[in-house]
T-cell receptor
Framework: KNEVEQSPQNLTAQEGEFITINCSYS?????LHWLQQHPGGGIVSLFM???GKKKHGRLIATINIQEKHSSLHITASHPRDSAVYIC????????FGTGTRLQVFP | DGGITQSPKYLFRKEGQNVTLSCEQN?????MYWYRQDPGQGLRLIYY???????QKGDIAEGYSVSREKKESFPLTVTSAQKNPTAFYLC?????????????FGPGTRLTVT
């Protein structure tokens, strides 16, 4: 079993829908990272959080340390949000989930 | 603009040849990392360096080598000993080593070996 599990693996949505991507982990962590990978391959950092909630534009990330779970929400989704979203946790190194592929259609 | 550059974006090599992937950062970060990405798998750590002239093996170091002669540069050599070198390679850096320092990623190099 992977130490970091994401769900769903694939997600399709219509423009404007509310999106939720989940991340569960089984190890003790100091922080959690949400990353976005576009088709070209480059990775952009969205959030790094160790407690509570963070918001940036239409993106919201939450983490529950006791339940070892984090969610990434996208409000009013747009086709440009189409990407792979990766959850990664900090232990003595960064451990990555396998990603959630999101496609948003107009 | 500060950031991480990797070159080239696409690289093709024949089996049995060594190949070196470039990674440069101008963020003044101490720590640098190399990851490999394969379809359906999470990124896996190949090597990391916490400071100049020092580097450590990651989870999948076999068949790879690195050097860290300058703070800005952390080249990765994929040797002929690497059994399955075709993959997407990502370089990253962080202000400091260890837990919790946010990592910043380069655009990646897609290596194809035939």
């Amino acid at each position: 079993k992977n130490e970091v599990e994401q769900s769903p693996q694939n997600l399709t949505a219509q423009e404007g829908e509310f999106i939720t991507i989940n991340c569960s982990y089984s190890v003790g962590i100091s922080a959690l990272h949400w990353l976005q990978q576009h088709p070209g391959g480059g990775i952009v950092s969205l959030f790094m959080l160790s407690s509570g909630k963070k918001k940036h534009g239409r993106l919201i990330a939450t983490i529950n340390i006791q339940e070892k779970h984090s969610s990434l929400h996208i409000t009013a989704s747009h086709p440009r949000d189409s990407a792979v979203y990766i959850c990664a946790v900090y232990t003595d190194k960064l451990i990555f989930g396998t990603g959630t592929r999101l496609q948003v259609f107009p | 603009d500060g950031g991480i550059t990797q070159s080239p974006k696409y690289l093709f090599r024949k089996e049995g040849q060594n190949v070196t992937l470039s990674c440069e950062q101008n963020l003044n970060h101490d720590a640098m990392y190399w990851y490999r990405q394969d379809p359906g798998q999470g990124l896996r750590l190949i090597y990391y360096s916490q400071i100049v002239n020092d580097f450590q093996k990651g989870d999948i170091a076999e068949g790879y080598s690195v050097s860290r002669e300058k703070k800005e540069s952390f080249p990765l050599t994929v040797t002929s000993a690497q059994k399955n070198p075709t993959a997407f390679y990502l370089c990253a850096s962080s202000i400091g080593p260890g837990q919790g320092y946010e990592q910043y990623f380069g655009p990646g190099t897609r290596l194809t070996v035939t």
